[in-house]
C-alpha cells in the first residue's frame, strides 16, 4: 500500500529564507508525483508535477525533485515571502492521488 | 473559466439528516474526483467519474455515502444517514481527458460539513 510522508509537519522562518519541504513515498510505481498549496479555507492549487521521467520541475522561485528509485521528492522555495505561508501537501500518482499530510508554513516579516 | 464550483460552501446538518453535496466539473474536463479531508486522515479519495461513470469507489467508506453523475456538468455526494464522524471538507476535483487521472487536477473551493 502506498504511504506517502511529509516531513517537516510544519516550519516557521522568517522572511528571505530558503526552504526545503521534503515529501517520501513507499512504492515507487508512480506516474508523476505533484505539489499542492492550500490556504486556509480554500482548495488546493497545483503548484508544480514531475512526471516519472523527470527530475526536477521549476516554477519561478519553487523548484520540484523527484528520485523516484528513493521514494523522495523536495520542493525547494528560493526567497521566501509572507505570501508563501500555506500548507504544503505533496502528493504521489498512481492511476489516483495519495496524498502526504502536509507541511504547514509560516513566513513571517 | 470559473474554476470547480461546489455548493453549499458550508452545510450544518443533524445527525441522521441526508446531505447533498454539489459539483460542477470544468467545462470539458472528463474527469471528475471527490475527496474528504479530516484532521486525523488527511486528504482521502472517495471516488471518480471518468466521461459521468464510476470508474474507482473503493473509497466510499460505507453504504451510507452513493455519488451519482448524471450528466458531464454536474455530480453529486450523497450521505444518508448523516453521521458526526462525517464532519469534514469535501473537495470536488476535475481534470481534462487528455491526461485523464494521471493529470493536473484542479479542485474547488470545499464544501464544510459539520453533523451535530
Known amino acids: 500500500k502506498q504511504e506517502v510522508t511529509q516531513i517537516p509537519a510544519a516550519l516557521s522562518v522568517p522572511e528571505g529564507e530558503n526552504l526545503v519541504l521534503n515529501c517520501s513515498f513507499t512504492d515507487s510505481a508512480i506516474y508523476n508525483l505533484q505539489w499542492f498549496r492550500q490556504d486556509p479555507g480554500k482548495g488546493l492549487t497545483s503548484l508544480l508535477l514531475?512526471?516519472?521521467?523527470?527530475r526536477e520541475q521549476t516554477s519561478g522561485r519553487l523548484n520540484a525533485s523527484l528520485d523516484k528509485s528513493s521514494g523522495r521528492s523536495t520542493l525547494y522555495i528560493a526567497a521566501s515571502q509572507p505570501g508563501d505561508s500555506a500548507t504544503y501537501l505533496c502528493a504521489v500518482n498512481t492511476d489516483k492521488l495519495i496524498f502526504g499530510t502536509g507541511t504547514r508554513l509560516q513566513v513571517f516579516p | 473559466d470559473a474554476g470547480v464550483i461546489q455548493s453549499p460552501r458550508h452545510e450544518v446538518t443533524e445527525m441522521g439528516q441526508e446531505v447533498t453535496l454539489r459539483c460542477k466539473p470544468i467545462s470539458g474536463h472528463d474527469y471528475l474526483f471527490w475527496y474528504r479531508q479530516t484532521m486525523m486522515r488527511g486528504l482521502e479519495l472517495l471516488i471518480y467519474f471518468n466521461n459521468n461513470v464510476p470508474i474507482d469507489d473503493s473509497g466510499m467508506p460505507e453504504d451510507r455515502f452513493s455519488a451519482k453523475m448524471p450528466n458531464a456538468s454536474f455530480s453529486t455526494l450523497k450521505i444518508q444517514p448523516s453521521e458526526p464522524r462525517d464532519s469534514a471538507v469535501y473537495f470536488c476535483?476535475?481534470?481534462?481527458?487528455?491526461?485523464?487521472?494521471?493529470?493536473?487536477?484542479?479542485f474547488g473551493p470545499g464544501t464544510r460539513l459539520t453533523v451535530l
Open positions: 476535483a476535475s481534470s481534462s481527458l487528455a491526461g485523464g487521472p494521471i493529470d493536473t487536477q484542479y
Open positions: 514531475i512526471q516519472s521521467s523527470q
